[in-house]
């Protein structure tokens, strides 16, 4: 066995302690975050929109060009109402 | 007598139980099937059941398990003498911690990598459960208050070692940022870390400005500061604030950000410390010069005391955990049980061992031996000290100056024992989160909630005894209790192997006999403390908050010897037909 080797292992040894902790906290924060993207999807209302609801006036003029740049004369959702 | 002779014949004697007994144990006993599809395959999920390489897993476990505790037990008992201490390491790892080890872990992977509490309450039933919960709340309890004392009396006798400790925390941050967001190695900036605690250290020994010395700074025994403390217990009650402040944070932080890359360090201060001890000792070769019975220790006698004093090193309930926990969703074949439970047994025995031995050759003569554990007190105050002076003076045999050396030892000490504490106060917040759900009291379930009961008892714990100093300075008469509490931690575990065994038609006198001696043992030393020493008609000395505590623990003893016989005594359920339980 090469030196090499032996410091993976010693490194893996090391590692092996709070290696199923970590890997837990990082999948309930991405258990979060799929849940924020698609909690609507689910039938959850989102706390999300909350927030976002801000960003409405600053995405508004935005949506409406790009809307337009796709060829729609009118808003398709019904919660931009740009025109 | 020769101590490097000493330790070759406890490492025979380690051998022989490996060679021999563990593998009796494992075939006949247990009868490890190398077929046997174990819960790290079974269940598969890249984040708890991993299958992993044998060496690998046998490092984690032994890393996990081995700390303070093994080097303060043994550096306690050798107030006896230390053929008494070295006698019950050796046969305690053998027949006893081996066994322990090797069967939660054996238990565990038949059981679908289920940990000790689970298989309590599935074996024996809810009532066993709490019983379980409860004295892990204890054990964990005493583990916050003896080794917050371990620590603020390591930073007060040795005052150089501060500095270092304290540079750990911004530099494990620093690797967990390193690693984690920037996606780096932690190998190397964890050798750069410890390198620079080292280099903290040296410096710190030979520039007293640099030692962070409070005693000093409140004007020593003479000067009352406040509360009619004098500087020493100011300097005592200064630093376990300190600390149940560190450990709160610590604690409700997430992992990646200190607690891995500080146990990271430390597991090489693991390495370190053993060479430091092995290595020093054979090239020192010393003499032992504490005698080997000792005929004036007549104020706490070593039948059943010994047996609490010393229990990781020779036998510990939190192994059962640890094997149980996470080890058994690990390992990738059955048969490896063996190396990994039963050696990670002897591996905590040579460190046990280790801590004997320099205790042992530290004296220059019997006589100074004795006038340094003139008492039980004494030894319990002073144990871990002598072991850490110990320990330096091994390592000036490796042409480390003695000062350097203390300061490099007491920084392991303390930081095994900071690691201990960290664990601890967070199992402490998860089963008060446990009791919470399990009764409905949903205001601990909440993280904060928890760990603030946590931290505020134990921190009430260790300020409450008084010892010579005033309190705080007291932490070490919790020690015998810490003691009991992990020796019934291991009895239940030997209880539900042997449960399991006797369901299995097999021999269950392998654990049966471990079993019978520790719960005799703990509830003499427990009856024997409460009456001739705590209560208030017996000792001149009596303490309420002892006696309380001993009370409880001797409750759970009863208890626990009651489920055992009621356990024991009923019929077996039909043979299942898979070959779990």
Redesign the interface.
Known sequence: MNLKRILELYDEVLRTGHRSEILRELRDEDDLFMLLLYSDMLGIPNPAFYYTLELYPHMLEKFHQWHLRMGMDKSPLTGFRCC | MNAVLLALIGMFVFFLGYRYYSKFVAEKIYKLDPNYVTPAHQFKD???F?P??K???W??HF??VAGAAPILGPAIAIYWGWLPAVIWVLLGTVFAAGVHDFGALVLSVRNKGQSVGTLADKIIGQRAKILFLFIILILVLMVNAVFAWVIANLFITFPSSVLSVFIQIPLAIWIGYVVYRKKG???WP?LAALATMYIAAVVASKVPALQIDLPRYFGGEENIVAFGLNGVAFSFFVWIIILMVYVYIASTL???KL??PR??IN??QLVVGLAILYLGLLFSNPSITAPMTNSAATDTPWLPILFITIACGAISGFHGLVASG?TS??LDREPQARMVGYGGAVGEGLLALASIIAVATLFSSSGDFLGAYSSFGDASSGGLGNFVQGAGQLATGLFIPADVANTIVAVIVVSFAATTLDTSVRLMRYIISELGKTYNIKSITKTHVATTIAVGSSAALVLLPEGPQGFGSGGYVLWPLFGTSNQLLAAITLLLITLWLKRQGRNFLVSLIPMVFLLAMTLYAMGLQIITEWSFFAGSNPSLLLFILGSIIFVFAFWILLEAVAALGKKDPAKPKNKAM
Do not use: E
Request: overall charge negative.
């Open positions: 890249g984040v708890d991993v992993t390489n060496w690998v897993l490092g984690h890393t996990s190695g932690m190998l964890s997430p992992v990646w607690l891995q146990d990271y597991s090489h996470t969703k690990q």
